[in-house]
């Protein structure tokens, strides 16, 4: 499976990153010298897609104001702690799910009526629970990302081996080791692919709950910015946004990579 990936003799697995890296910058950039182009040349209006260099630009005042950095931050601590709860709500109740089958079997249809449920035809729900500040954004962001993690985390586990299980008994492991260094492991990557997922649809979730009822974050900000019609400020936002959830992404390959390769299948 792994050991299929490995590069041909002779070939030096960095210089073959460094190669998709730089085809990566390359095709980026010529699809931003083309947008460039055809609104420069009049074939788009700038009104509706601004040029590259105009978005740009905006963020520069957006940095002098303060406001840039300040409406991040309110955002990123919503996304954090909402997230972090969803993360460990959904893998704790999914070990405890499996680890005990009649539970699983009685909670099953409610946990499909709870995700089931429009989030966004709650949303005005939680608000009216909650009020439109910080808990309401956490309350959105863990709604957005809890069902994932704890279904990906019960299929992951299931897929654990029953001979490494027979193993573990038969070292006479207890219910945390087994669940430490023989379940766990074996989740490793089913858990992390929604956890991936997770955390952009819940950067998505924060973002959401912003543009209805907020005064502060970067989704308040992109809603004052439309309204306005000012395209080059919206579409810098949405490219911080794009940003920050790319370098979620990216921290979460590195944690696996860092922390759980040795889990993985040779």
């Known amino acids: 499976m792994w050991s299929e990936a490995k590069t041909q003799p002779g070939t030096r697995p960095g210089l073959a990153g460094w190669r998709i890296v730089l085809a990566q910058v390359a095709t980026a950039l010529a699809l931003l010298g083309v947008w460039e182009a055809a609104v420069r040349a009049g074939a788009v209006s700038a009104l509706y897609l601004p040029a590259p260099t105009a978005i740009f630009e905006r963020f520069g005042p957006m940095l002098t104001r303060g406001q840039l950095l300040h409406h991040t931050g309110v955002t990123l601590a919503e996304f954090a702690v909402g997230y972090a709860a969803a993360v460990v709500a959904g893998i704790g109740f999914g070990v405890l799910l499996v680890l005990t089958p009649s539970a699983e079997r009685f909670a099953q249809p409610f946990m499909a009526a709870l995700m089931s449920v429009p989030k966004v035809a709650i949303v005005p729900l939680l608000a009216l629970w909650l009020?439109?500040?910080?808990?309401?954004?956490?309350?959105?962001?863990?709604?957005?990302?809890?069902?994932?993690?704890?279904?990906?985390?019960?299929?992951?586990?299931?897929?654990?081996?029953?001979?490494?299980?027979?193993?573990?008994?038969?070292?006479?492991?207890?219910?945390?080791?087994?669940?430490?260094?023989?379940?766990?492991?074996?989740?490793?990557?089913?858990?992390?692919?929604?956890?991936?997922?997770?955390?952009?649809?819940?950067?998505?979730?924060?973002?959401?709950?912003?543009?209805?009822?907020?005064?502060?974050?970067?989704g308040n900000l992109i809603t004052r910015s439309t309204a306005s019609l000012d395209t080059a400020e919206t579409f810098a936002l949405i490219g911080l946004v794009t940003v920050l959830a790319v370098a979620m992404i990216a921290a979460l390959d590195l944690l696996e990579r860092l922390l759980f390769l040795r889990w993985r299948p040779a």
């Open 131 to 218: 009020g439109i500040g910080f808990s309401h954004k956490v309350a959105i962001v863990f709604l957005f990302s809890v069902f994932q993690i704890l279904y990906s985390t019960i299929a992951g586990i299931k897929q654990t081996r029953r001979e490494h299980l027979k193993v573990a008994r038969a070292f006479r492991a207890s219910t945390l080791q087994t669940v430490w260094k023989v379940i766990l492991p074996s989740a490793v990557p089913t858990l992390f692919a929604a956890l991936r997922v997770s955390a952009s649809v819940g950067l998505v979730g924060a973002l959401f709950a912003e543009m209805l009822s907020s005064k502060e974050g970067l």
